[in-house]
């Protein structure tokens, strides 16, 4: 694997993510929610390029646009969900809101974590991105 691709650097940068959104929730001073956003911020800057990365590893050749489109449309299904996430905050506490957001950023890490070993069983066996790897 590239060592763009690292898993731990992408382990660290959803980490972040997931630390930052939780605390954006909880924040009441000013000062906790620029914090916050700054290790959000910092998370982003790191996970981003290194999915973008990985991304391109993980896709086989003839097959590196879907892949591409699909993680668009991931993006745009992100967008829906951030806006059903701003009606759900009206309901739940923001103790729960952060319970949700450390919720879902943990099963991604997990997601990311199965990912990344089965990236690295298949680089180590030496096999092409086309051959499957049983993770």
């Not at 905050?89 to 997601?111: E, Q």
Request: aromatic content about 10%; some cysteine; overall charge neutral.
């Amino acid at each position: 694997m590239d060592h763009l691709v690292h898993p731990d650097r992408n382990t660290f940068g959803i980490f972040l993510c997931t630390w930052g959104y939780a605390g954006l929730t909880l924040g009441l001073t000013p000062w906790v929610l620029v914090f916050t956003m700054g290790v959000l911020t910092v998370g982003e800057a790191t996970f981003i390029p290194v999915n973008k990365a990985m991304l391109g590893e993980l896709a086989p050749d003839h097959a590196r646009s879907t892949y591409m489109a699909v993680d668009q449309i991931m993006a745009f299904v992100t967008m829906i969900l951030g806006g059903a996430f701003i009606t759900l905050g009206g309901f739940l506490p923001a103790r729960g809101m952060a319970l949700l957001f450390s919720g879902l950023g943990g099963s991604g890490l997990l997601f990311f974590r199965r990912v990344a070993s089965g990236m690295e069983i298949r680089e180590k066996a030496g096999l092409e991105r086309t051959d499957t790897v049983p993770v």
